[in-house]
């Protein structure tokens, strides 16, 4: 197939990373896969949302504030037990990274095929647009004001966060609209005269990067308070979480008769079903209910059995093991093989932006050389080899 051998073999559309800012997060290659997969994981958020709108009901608002939910897929080859195509890994509440496409877009325009490409890359997306959107849908008839008047991005130790970066683009980009907006540390947030402040005033607006998606931390407690009393517009909030980001809901999709296709199979690890789980562990993976990233997830074929009997009834599920596609770009002349996984940032189930992830370990780090976002190049089957 055409975009296996691109993947395997074509490095002449180079990303240029050299600004320290984005080195770590942005890969150097662009990733290659068929039009048609890009239709089927359209058609497959679409289904598992319209499935998850039969298990519970949405208010406009709560949709509204959805902003940037993911659904993450691992793009699998077709082998004796499982169907090949996109597989559905996650459905993250806050995914990161969204703020930072239009920049790589721009880095993958200027390199020497961007131009022969530009027609085949994903359509251009303006993140900003994204959170004006849900303050028009859920506080503009009250505040009287179509864009929040000022914007904060929360998460806790900013000065520390990977994904600092797509915080500072979003703030870039959010004032090149008129809105103002400042970067706060949890810890700085205050609550005074029914007002959010921070450290630069009165906050109507939070675009939410914590991961304690329920806000039931103790140094969740201002932007809590925040949310539950109306004091300003949390985006994402736990509304959001309850509707999409609770890994119940992967049981309950994989539970359904007609599931989507892109679904895998996932049951809960208890003492009932550990002896089952442990015969087939190699097929499995082991992922804790109240975690998000990689934090805890254990691969069953590396899984040692006194860490699996430690799971049991400790609040894990199991879904199949889908191995994710590879792309290989040449690190410090020689060539390495990276892991690939497809991000998809919606609002709500609506798809807005996809891009590739690429990681070079087990897990999803950023932080060695060529790991990060990448476009993805969408070739028709009839597209020529661009190199």
Excluded at 64 to 92: C, R, W, Y
Excluded at 223 to 244: K, M, Y
Excluded at 260 to 270: E, H, R
Aim: aromatic share 6%; charged share 25%; net charge negative.
């Amino acid at each position: 197939m055409l975009t296996h051998a691109l993947n395997s073999d074509c490095f002449c559309l180079e990303l240029d990373t050299a600004d320290v800012s984005r080195r770590a997060l942005t890969a150097a290659h662009p990733v290659f896969l068929p039009a048609s997969v890009r239709a089927e994981i359209v058609a497959l958020v679409t289904e598992i949302d319209a499935a998850l709108d039969q298990m519970r009901t949405v208010s406009p608002a709560t949709r509204a504030a959805a902003v940037f939910n993911s659904f993450d897929f691992h793009m699998t080859a077709p082998d004796a037990d499982q169907a090949g195509g996109p597989k559905l890994i996650e459905i993250n509440v806050n995914a990161g990274g969204a703020f930072l496409q239009p920049e790589i877009a721009r880095l993958a325009q200027q390199s020497r095929l961007g131009s022969a490409l530009g027609g085949r890359m994903e359509a251009a997306f303006a993140p900003a647009l994204v959170l004006i959107d849900a303050w028009r849908h859920t506080r503009a008839k009250h505040e009287h004001t179509h864009r929040p008047p000022r914007m904060a991005i929360v998460d806790a130790d900013i000065a520390h966060q990977p994904l600092r970066a797509d915080m500072q683009a979003a703030q870039m980009q959010l004032g090149a609209r008129g809105v103002p907006c400042e970067i706060v540390d949890l810890a700085d947030l205050q609550i005074e005269d029914g007002q959010l402040i921070g450290p630069e005033g009165v906050i109507d607006m939070v675009y939410n990067r914590h991961c304690d998606f329920d806000l039931t931390r103790p140094e969740s407690a201002v932007l809590r308070r925040a949310h539950a009393d109306g004091l300003a517009l949390v985006a994402p909030n736990p509304d959001v979480f309850e509707a999409w980001g609770d890994k119940d809901w992967l049981l309950k999709l994989a539970a359904l008769e007609d599931r989507p296709a892109g679904v895998l199979s996932a049951n809960a690890l208890t003492a009932e079903t550990a002896p089952a789980m442990w015969a087939q562990r190699k097929s499995l993976v082991f992922k804790p209910l109240s975690g998000f990233g990689s934090q805890g997830v254990y691969r069953g074929d590396k899984i040692s059995r006194t860490r699996f009997e430690a799971l049991v009834d400790a609040g894990y599920l199991a879904p199949e093991k889908a191995e994710p596609m590879t792309r290989i770009q040449p690190v410090d002349g020689q060539r390495q093989r990276f892991k690939s996984d497809i991000r998809v940032w919606t609002q709500g189930g609506k798809v807005l932006h996809m891009a590739a992830r690429l990681y070079a370990g087990q897990v999803m780090g950023m932080r060695a050389k060529h790991e990060g976002f990448a476009p993805i190049i969408w070739l028709k089957d009839d597209d020529n080899a661009c190199c």
